[in-house]
C-alpha cells in the first residue's frame, strides 16, 4: 500500500474510498438507494451480496452483517450449496444464479437466465439486481487489490443496511 502513502492495509472500504470523499458520497448514495429504495427485498441483497463475496473468497465482505435483511447464520451456511438447499426461494435461486456468475462468467449471462428472475421481480428490480450485483462484485475487487483487510470479528462489522466497513 505504499503508493497509497500507507505501510498498512486500509481498516475498511470505507477509509480507503475516504480518500476521494466526493466519491464517497455518491457511493454511499447510490449504496443506499439500492438497499432502501430499489423495490428489491435486502434479504435477496444480502443473499446475492454474500454469494458474490463467497464465488470471490473475499473474508472482509463475508463477515459483514447486515441484520436488517434477515439472513441466518443457517441460511449464510447453506449458500455454499444453494441450488440444492430448500432454504431459498425461487427467486432468491434466480438472482443466486446471476450472483454466481457475475464474478467470473459475467459475458456467459443469457436471456434464460434473466427471465428466471424476470419471473418474479418487475425489469426495474432486475435492473437494481444487476446494479448491486456488480456494486457487491466491485466491492470485493476493491478489497482484494487494494489489499482491505477483514477485521478481527464479525461482531466488529455489525453494520446497519449502506453502511462500508
Not at 455518491?26 to 454469494?51: M, T
Amino acid at each position: 500500500m505504499t503508493w497509497l502513502g500507507r505501510t498498512t492495509a486500509p481498516a475498511s472500504l470505507g477509509s480507503l474510498l475516504a480518500l476521494r470523499p466526493e466519491l464517497l458520497d455518491l457511493h454511499r448514495d447510490f449504496y443506499n438507494k439500492l438497499w432502501n429504495a430499489s423495490g428489491v427485498p435486502p434479504r435477496l441483497l444480502e443473499l446475492c451480496r454474500l454469494r458474490v463475496a463467497w464465488r470471490h473468497d473475499c473474508r472482509s465482505e463475508l463477515l459483514i452483517r447486515h441484520p436488517a435483511a434477515g439472513v441466518s447464520d443457517a441460511d449464510r451456511g447453506a449458500l455454499a450449496d444453494w441450488h440444492r438447499s430448500e432454504r431459498f426461494s425461487d427467486c432468491e435461486r434466480a438472482a443466486l444464479r446471476l450472483a454466481d456468475q457475475v464474478p467470473w462468467q459475467v459475458g456467459d449471462i443469457d436471456d434464460e437466465t434473466v427471465a428466471a428472475l424476470r419471473r418474479h421481480l418487475a425489469d426495474p428490480q432486475v435492473v437494481a439486481v444487476m446494479l448491486a450485483l456488480t456494486l457487491f462484485d466491485m466491492h470485493c475487487r476493491l478489497r482484494h487489490g487494494l489489499g482491505v483487510e477483514p477485521p478481527e470479528t464479525a461482531e466488529a462489522t455489525n453494520a446497519a443496511l449502506g453502511t462500508l466497513d
